[in-house]
T-cell receptor
Framework: DAGITQSPRHKVTETGTPVTLRCHQT?????MYWYRQDPGHGLRLIHY???????DKGEVSDGYSVSRSKTEDFLLTLESATSSQTSVYFC????????????FGPGTRLTVT | GENVEQHPSTLSVQEGDSAVIKCTYS??????FPWYKQELGKRPQLIID?????GEKKDQRIAVTLNKTAKHFSLHITETQPEDSAVYFC????????????FGTGTRLTVIP
């Protein structure tokens, strides 16, 4: 499982509330990613990080922010959750050091009511 | 950005037959093409990948071919088994420093015993 954990694994929240998802890795990999997975869309990149305090936007970054204050942790925050953010969120790490060979965490199922 | 199209969206084969899934990509500069297998309720798992300096790669019953001129790549599974039933995703990397992945929308493979 490449030493990746995500928390929480399931969450139900109300529209307008802030939500933070955590990704934790144990192997000090440089690159970390947040994806969302929705039926008919595959996996889409939200944000990624290439080091501590180094982050950038992905394909679907609107409504999301991230932080990486330690190598092992990458946080995804929904500042004000909306129903369109109901999804399964996967964290990934790259083991190659160059951004490819990505391995995924177990996922977080988020429901916004 | 990169655009990846994947076909077919569903595929049913008899146990022992071969299965082929095809993907096309838009960015001729893409140079890394992984394939992921996702079982129901689980994380995507990297099963094989290919880089642009190679035309074909094989790992036991799984092979991937790449045609850079035509900008398409394919996953071939031979001697299919019921445990091959899953959703398969292709992806292509972009040319940012992080080699971000763009995914196809997935193929649901069903192997009929």
């Amino acid at each position: 499982d490449a030493g990746i954990t995500q928390s929480p694994r399931h969450k139900v929240t109300e529209t307008g509330t802030p939500v933070t998802l955590r990704c934790h890795q144990t192997e000090n990999h440089r690159y970390m990613y947040w994806y969302r997975q929705d039926p008919g869309h595959g996996l889409r990149l939200i944000h990624y990080s290439y080091g501590v305090k180094d982050t950038d936007k992905g394909e679907v970054s609107d409504g999301y922010s991230v932080s990486r204050s330690k190598t092992e942790d990458f946080l995804l925050t929904l500042e004000s959750a909306t129903s369109s953010q109901t999804s399964v969120y996967f964290c990934a790490i790259s083991v190659s050091g160059t951004g490819d060979e990505q391995y995924f965490g177990p996922g977080t199922r988020l429901t916004v009511t | 950005g990169e655009n990846v199209e994947q076909h077919p969206s569903t595929l049913s084969v008899q146990e022992g037959d071969s299965a082929v899934i095809k993907c096309t990509y838009s960015d001729s500069a893409s140079n890394y093409f992984p394939w992921y297998k996702q079982e129901l309720g689980k994380r995507p798992q990297l099963i094989i990948d290919i880089r642009s300096n190679v035309g074909e790669k094989k790992d036991q019953r799984i092979a991937v071919t790449l045609n850079k001129t035509a900008k398409h790549f394919s996953l071939h599974i031979t001697e299919t088994q019921p445990e091959d039933s899953a959703v398969y995703f292709c992806a292509a990397s972009d040319q940012t420093g992080a080699n971000n992945l763009f995914f196809g929308t997935g193929t649901r493979l069903t192997v009929i015993p």
